[in-house]
């Protein structure tokens, strides 16, 4: 909730009171030194909340430590008699907001819950036979036909309550943070929004036909803005419906925002799905561990490090510890190649993703997870195995994306880049050997797959 625009939990505490407080609590998960947070993601964080604060002259206050503590002592501190928010929809986030409604009861104070960060409230959306949906098409029927809300309206006029004590916002180790380290991205609603509207005028228009390619800037990046709340996806999908785009552009990139809230829903009815299988079909699949197997530690450390031999997997995983963001497309690329290849269980790479990527969104990074292993709802089968040579020759066909990422291999012309053990100088300027042969690995994994069915 990181914005002042389209806002409803900002719009109804306007309605309530004369002056409204504006408060953020890092959290202590991710900001402490080793966290379940990377410094590229907190930095990002913290560069959104510094440009809100910025944005509301300075009356942001930040106050950290435990919220169920924070918030109600801040309460009474100033006389407030509510706190509002936009209502949590990820396990963590709800049960965290139950302590701060819990405590502040007990001192006879109200958390009001506006709205969520979804377009269409998850739970809201049913079956004709009132279940859960549990395939993405569908839902997206039921999703459209229900009619998008419009965003809510700017407040006439916030009078912010000024004056009250407010901590300096720090990175893990105590540098203070005003931009992403590493890709110094400017952040904030206004940065967002500015990126956005020139997204619909200049990338739009082609946007089905190049969202697959990690070689061109051609998708909106707004995944991070999204994540930190600088805009709402009310907002998207209204400028969406006038956009001048091809139609087939406008509902690709709908449908896009739809698995947002799809996967969503998925968690809301379904939390445990966060952290491990959500079909039951694979229960028996056998995995390799890294704490049982200095091997598929050695493998998994290539991996997280770029260092696998199989050059898109791993310019995918050195952009995302260079920038904390992974084009789509390598994502599935790289989440295929440590599942069925390194055959390890998905949350290994789904907890390494959250830790780094700024878009960090815990529904979408799990059940994206589980839709490349074919545990999710709606997913891929697990036999289908992403090759990763052939992924990176159709969707990066001159090796500018590998070039970019994996400077090892730059002096290689066009598609060699993509097998350079083929090329006599390939191998040559420090770029390591394959760790596994694919083909192997892939017979391996249906191996165990057809184990696992019985």
Known sequence: DLRLRDHPALL?????????????????????????????RVGRLLASVAALREATG????????????????????????????????????????????EALAGDGRALVRTGTPCAVDPGVLRTRAGTPYRVFTPFLRAWRAR???????????????????????RLPGG????RSPATAEPAGEEAALRRWRTYLSDGLARYHELRDRPDLDA????????AHGEVHQRTLLADLATAPAPAAAVESFTAELCWREFSA???????GAARRDLRPGLAGLTYDSPDDSPAAEA????????????????????????????????????????????HLWWPVGAR??????????????????????????????????????????RFDPDGTYVRRWVPELAHLPGAAVHEPWRHPEGLLRGYPSRIVDHEVERREALARHEAARG
């Open 219 to 226: 998708t909106s990046r707004m995944s991070v803005a999204l």
């Open 175 to 178: 540098r203070t943070a005003a």
């Open 265 to 271: 829903d998925v968690l809301w009815h379904e939390p």
């Open 299 to 342: 493998a998994v450390t290539a991996w997280r490090t770029g260092r696998t031999g199989y050059p898109f997997v791993d310019a995918g995983m050195r952009q995302l510890l260079a920038e904390g963001f992974v084009h789509n497309r390598a994502r599935m690329v790289t989440a295929s190649f440590l599942v069925k290849d390194l």
């Open 58 to 101: 300075d009356a942001l206050v930040i106050r950290a430590g435990a919220p169920e503590t924070v918030i109600p002592r801040l309460a009474a501190e100033v006389g407030a008699a509510e706190v509002h928010v936009t209502g949590e929809t990820t396990p963590y986030g709800r049960a965290r907001d139950a302590r701060v409604a």
């Open 147 to 169: 009619g998008l809300p419009r965003p809510a309206p700017d407040p006439e006029a916030v009078r912010w309550l000024t004056g009250v004590d407010s901590e300096e916002l």
């Open 352 to 393: 390494h993703f959250l830790r780094h990527l700024r878009d960090a969104d815990v529904a979408s990074n799990s059940l994206g997870w589980q839709w490349v292993a074919g545990t999710g709802t709606d997913a891929a089968p697990y036999v289908r195995v992403f090759n990763p040579v052939s992924q990176g020759l």
């Open 12 to 40: 109804r505490a306007v309605t309530r009171a004369d002056e409204v407080l504006p408060v953020f609590v890092p959290d202590p998960v991710l900001l402490r030194p080793g966290g379940t947070a990377g410094p590229e």
